[in-house]
């Protein structure tokens, strides 16, 4: 039976269902077998299971995550990256034969650098592994870095990336997103990163009124009309 | 612990706001001398005798006016007591822990200090009660609540306001030595208002108000106090250099922005 | 040198059970819950409680430092209980003493059992209760607020914890002691509970009670406690009520 309603807004240990439904992301079942929420959230009930998209949170890394970091350290054998998470970030230097196969030229990296990179392997608790070798990661060059709740990227990113064609048409901006709540931006002008920077925002607070992609759209518009 | 992520500024930051000041920009639109807004809290928040919490921006502060009494300092039995104390509370910022204050904020505590002392903004004797044996002491705490850049001068916004604000028991000391304390009370007079203004110097430019990024990535920064008769009272100089020009510059500024800041002022005590 | 003293009220409570403040045993004070006041901390929250002005606020999962407290399979919770130098008639002097240690414990181990902390290892959940404004159950307020604000930051949690003090005055058993109450009465009891099971995760007495006297303030204790879950429920809803309200207003313009 199910007790609540979908995209309904649902507080942790709130009552989501009791009897066959199936434990999906961010919920958990009690001594009585009632299905509970573990974060604020919106409830999301895909046939039997249940889950709760939370609306806030700090980044938990997960492999093939695309994430958007800072070296913080660099000692002789590897590359340490802040990626606003509470587990920081390591990229071994390569060495010996490996050198041949990958852009050494990547490596180049000092402290406060900013990079495009990937998740390759998280333990959960101390060993996190990134990666730079693929085509398209490594350091990125000028530019803007805005943060963002990480739970509020898959809104930003939209459908098929509607919302995210939608910023990027509008504000005439290239546009990255880190799955850590990171964003690069190349905008023309000051202007545009503004009306970037309100958009976002906008994003983070109405992502769960349905229809945010036309607001976001007319209220782009109107920012940069003149 | 000072380094740890959050205050290692990535490049990218250091190096776009440095292009936006190169043509005249900053990070959130405004221009070189302009003030975030200012809003003022209304309600009760604290058990002082004076209080205020304000935002400057993103930025929020909670100051409250204790009064006490007591002896003066033997150097200046003709003077009332006035302690100031900053807490950079670790809920306003992640660089903040817990503990006493450490000298960043012990520094801001005496810069604001400072100001309002050069000045004599509270008259500090009349706050005398019997010379040499019984003053009126007032304690100056200062919360830091939210961290977005420029403590200085929000806290001294904020003092100013509690000050203003502060309304104190009378005392009078009888012929027997005995302390009475009355019902009526006595407002703090407010004979001065001299404001704080910090500049951060970025790419060879001053910008008043710096909000975090901005502080974080600033070569130098000057914090001036101006009195109600638009002299320079008081002065410190944060980290980095300035040459003459650049910090007479800053005190022109700061001497024309006097008004606006000191009509908000009087209007919310 | 106080320049204010206190005196104690003639009557505490009346014959009817009116106490000082007009309230009847069971009426707990006005009180307000706001989350998310803050900009830098992860999760905040703000509560007004009778004369209270209670601020907490989050920051976490984070990283430990130094690097040795960490804990291999689950989060480290810390705790800290402090009063602002301006939250009594007294100037309380800056700095933790023994009360403050004692609270920001008891505080922690109130809230901890709520935290999926094997959701969280190597990290640290830093959680911070700050008393602005104090006027009797600082720490039941501070948990209240504590609670709101690790759900605020989008922490993994069993359920909301609420908390409710409950005094005996005379023969009468209160719900939520006022300060008067607090310093004169004759037993003080704060309580917390994890919902929506109800377990127990602070309890304190302080003053004797008879066996039927101390049953009875559990179950006021739990009826209080009853309540301020709806209503940290119905503040962690508001805001996003609020903007599905304006977005909807806006598409009719």
Known sequence: MLLVKNREVVVPGQALAKGKFKPGKDVYIDNSGVLRAKKLGLADIKDNTISVVPLSGIYIPKEGDIVIGIVSKISGSTIIVDIRSPYQGAIPIPRGRTVERVDMSKYDLHLGDVILAKVKTFDGSSSLLLTIDMEGLGKLEEGFILEVEPAKVPRIIGKRQSMLSILREKTKSEIIVGNNGRIWVKSPSLKELLALKKALRKIETESHVSGLSDRISSFLSEELSD | MMFNSEMLTHKLLREYIKDLVANDQRVDGRGFDEMRPIEVLNGTFTKAEGEAWIKLGKTQVLVGVKADIGEPFPDTPDKGVLVSNTELLPVASPTFEPGPPNENAIEIARVVDRAIRSADAIGLSSLVIEEGKLVYMLFLDMYVLDHDGNLEDALTIASLIALGRTEVPKVILKEDGEIEVKEEKWKVDLRDMPINFTFAKINGKLLLDPILEEENVAEAAITLAIDKDRRVCSIQKKHGHFTMEEIINAAGIARDKWSEVAEMIKEVI | ?253
């Open chain 3, 1 to 253: 040198m106080p320049l204010y003293v206190e005196k104690k009220p003639d009557v505490l409570i009346t014959e009817d059970g009116v106490r000082t403040d007009g309230r009847l045993p069971h009426e707990i004070r006005p009180i307000r819950m706001t989350v998310g006041i803050l900009d830098k901390a992860d999760g905040s929250a703000f509560i007004e409680w009778g004369g209270n002005r209670i601020l907490a606020a989050v920051f976490g999962p984070r990283e430990v430092h130094p690097k040795h407290l960490a804990l291999p399979d689950k989060a480290l919770i810390r705790t800290r209980y402090n009063m602002a130098p301006f939250s009594t008639p007294e100037r309380k002097r800056p700095g933790p003493d023994r009360r403050s240690v004692e609270l920001s414990k008891v505080i922690r181990e109130a809230i901890k059992p709520a935290i999926f902390v094997e959701n969280y290892p190597g990290s640290v959940i830093d959680i911070f209760v700050e008393v602005l404004r104090s006027d009797a159950g600082t720490r039941v307020a501070g948990v209240n607020a504590a609670s709101l604000a690790l759900a605020n930051a989008g922490i993994a949690m069993r359920g909301l914890v609420a908390a409710c003090a409950v005094g005996r005055v005379e023969n009468f058993i209160i719900c939520d002691p006022n300060h008067d109450e607090d310093m004169w009465g004759d037993a003080d009891m704060p309580m917390a509970m994890l919902m929506e099971s109800e377990k127990i995760t602070l309890l304190q007495t302080d003053g004797p009670m008879t066996d039927e006297q101390f049953k009875e303030a559990l179950e006021m204790g739990r009826r209080c406690i009853r309540f301020l879950y709806e209503m940290q429920k119905e503040a962690l809803k508001r805001p996003y009520l609020i903007v599905e309200r304006s977005v909807f207003e806006q598409g009719e313009v």
